[in-house]
């Protein structure tokens, strides 16, 4: 028989929001002996849901445990639910999970947290649900809302469907949305959100998106695939960002009226093209955020500007943006990615520099590329459907830049400043200039439109 996963979730009202859930999983799983969660993640900045009335039982009664630390898995902290005695049957876990008070001066982080806001809440599988330890291991899976304490009008759902054989993996990855959601749906894109934003249309927002969503998906010959997109009304200021999983992410914007919505469009576009780019198996010993953001930042500007969403001007804002405010202006730029991944969520004017630098970086190799009358995307997408190991990229450099291809890595990896050539993207001109970086006096770079 296979192993069963059955997740039962009961949102309770509290004034027009949902403060808690009570969650309910029974696993019917051969040889079970421990389930799991990451207690918190991302330097501490995203903890668990608060459990309340934690309890588990089998078939032979209560089942008493201990919780200890597991391990860390990237930016994740384990910890672990023991059994004194051997499962017998099905075991059932079940808690009152508290939605997340936020501490103060906080600012966007990724959006994994269990988080009430006016008319409902939204969460992850990740942050929410104690599970079984094999993340591969797979499991039919069954999810029920109970719905009876909420008004009518409200649901509930994940990005995943109802009943699905899947891994943990897909169950832990996923987001939720539960309230009185508005939802705006098409064969390419879901996109639910609670109260609606007040100083912008999140309709006509949407709909623009999801006609950009059409043209990436294209692009990526993953036409056929459906987008589930939560959005999150965050209560401070430094919001706008978001988190992906595969074929669904969440996003945020200030209540304040503090997001750049033009820059916060884009942001939705960047969570979506996370799906298909994947790089993998690092053999340097770098972390490889310089790809894995880096390359959705390149393609979610320069796919929708060559399918002709974005004009010259704005195209040139995003350039500006990704590059010199995210990358060039920063004053850990010269940092190596070994030393960003250790503060990255520690300090945030770290964060975005690999980001920044891994647009550079593509943007360059692609100026080098167009120079041989080839791009990028012959590698990337043509020759490597876009989930590539780094040993892939050290293969594909090396063969056409030979050492000094690899040595332009390594010093891209270990913090040399990109120096971009006056032309490196096509319609822009490149100017540098001198600024203020940490009390001292550095070169920076700009972007304007060239003529045409
Ligand atoms: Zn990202």
């Given at each position: 028989m296979n192993n069963q996963l059955q997740i039962t979730l009961?949102?309770?009202?509290?004034?027009?929001?949902?403060?808690?859930?009570?969650?309910?999983?029974?696993?019917?799983?051969?040889?079970?002996?421990?389930?799991?969660?990451?207690?918190?993640?991302?330097?501490?900045?995203?903890?668990?849901?608060?459990?309340?009335?934690?309890?588990?039982?089998?078939?032979?009664?209560p089942l008493s445990f201990t919780v200890s630390d597991m391990r860390d898995e990237g930016p994740l902290s384990y910890k672990k639910l023991k059994f004194e005695r051997k499962v017998?049957?099905?075991?059932?876990?079940?808690?009152?999970?508290?939605?997340?008070?936020?501490?103060?001066?906080?600012?966007?982080?990724?959006?994994?947290?269990?988080?009430?806001?006016?008319?409902?809440?939204?969460?992850?599988?990740?942050?929410?649900?104690?599970?079984?330890?094999?993340?591969?291991?797979?499991?039919?899976?069954?999810?029920?809302?109970?719905?009876?304490?909420?008004?009518?009008?409200?649901?509930?759902?994940?990005?995943?469907?109802?009943?699905?054989?899947?891994?943990?993996?897909?169950?832990?990855?996923?987001?939720?949305?539960?309230?009185?959601?508005?939802?705006?749906?098409?064969?390419?894109?879901?996109?639910r959100w609670l109260k609606d934003p007040a100083d912008f249309d999140m309709r006509a927002l949407a709909g623009k998106t999801t006609s950009i969503f059409d043209a990436m998906k294209a692009y990526f010959n993953d036409s056929e695939s459906t987008f589930t997109i939560f959005i999150r009304r965050d209560p401070f200021p430094l919001s706008g960002g978001g988190t992906a999983c595969p074929y669904a992410f969440i996003s945020g914007y200030s209540t304040q009226g503090t997001t750049d919505i033009r820059r916060w469009e884009n942001v939705l576009v960047h969570e979506m093209a996370h799906t298909w780019l994947k790089m993998g198996a690092s053999v340097s010993g770098f972390p490889l955020t310089w790809f894995i953001e880096g390359s959705v930042e390149y393609y979610s500007a320069f796919v929708p500007y060559r399918a002709g969403f974005y004009d010259k001007e704005y195209m040139c804002w995003l350039i500006n943006n990704k590059a010199t405010e995210r990358y060039y202006s920063k004053k850990y730029r010269t940092c190596s990615e070994k030393e960003i991944a250790e503060i990255q969520w520690k300090d945030m004017e770290a964060q975005t520099v690999p980001y920044g630098k891994?647009?550079?970086?593509?943007?360059?190799?692609?100026?080098?590329?167009?120079?041989?009358?080839?791009?990028?995307?012959?590698?990337?997408?043509?020759?490597?459907?876009?989930q590539l190991t780094e040993q892939n990229w050290l293969d594909f450099i090396e063969e056409e830049f030979g050492p000094d291809g690899i040595l332009e890595y390594y010093d891209m990896l270990n913090g040399k400043l990109i120096v971009p050539p006056e032309d490196i993207f096509e319609g822009f001109c490149c100017e540098a200039f001198e600024t203020d970086i940490d009390g001292q006096k550095s070169l920076s770079y700009r972007w304007t439109p060239a003529d045409d």
């Open positions: 009961s949102p309770h009202l509290l004034t027009e929001t949902v403060d808690r859930i009570h969650v309910r999983v029974s696993v019917c799983q051969e040889g079970l002996d421990l389930l799991c969660f990451p207690a918190s993640g991302f330097s501490g900045r995203i903890p668990f849901a608060t459990c309340q009335n934690l309890q588990c039982r089998d078939n032979e009664g017998t049957g099905t075991l059932i876990c079940s808690y009152d999970a508290y939605s997340r008070e936020l501490p103060e001066n906080y600012r966007s982080c990724p959006y994994f947290d269990f988080r009430s806001e006016e008319l409902g809440a939204t969460g992850s599988g990740l942050f929410l649900l104690i599970l079984p330890e094999d993340k591969n291991q797979i499991y039919e899976v069954s999810t029920r809302w109970i719905l009876d304490d909420l008004p009518r009008g409200y649901s509930a759902g994940f990005n995943f469907k109802e009943d699905i054989v899947a891994d943990l993996k897909t169950i832990r990855f996923s987001f939720f949305m539960v309230g009185k959601m508005h939802r705006i749906a098409s064969a390419s894109a879901d996109f891994g647009f550079m970086y593509l943007s360059l190799i692609d100026y080098k590329l167009r120079r041989k009358n080839r791009s990028l995307d012959s590698i990337i997408i043509g020759k490597y459907h876009c």
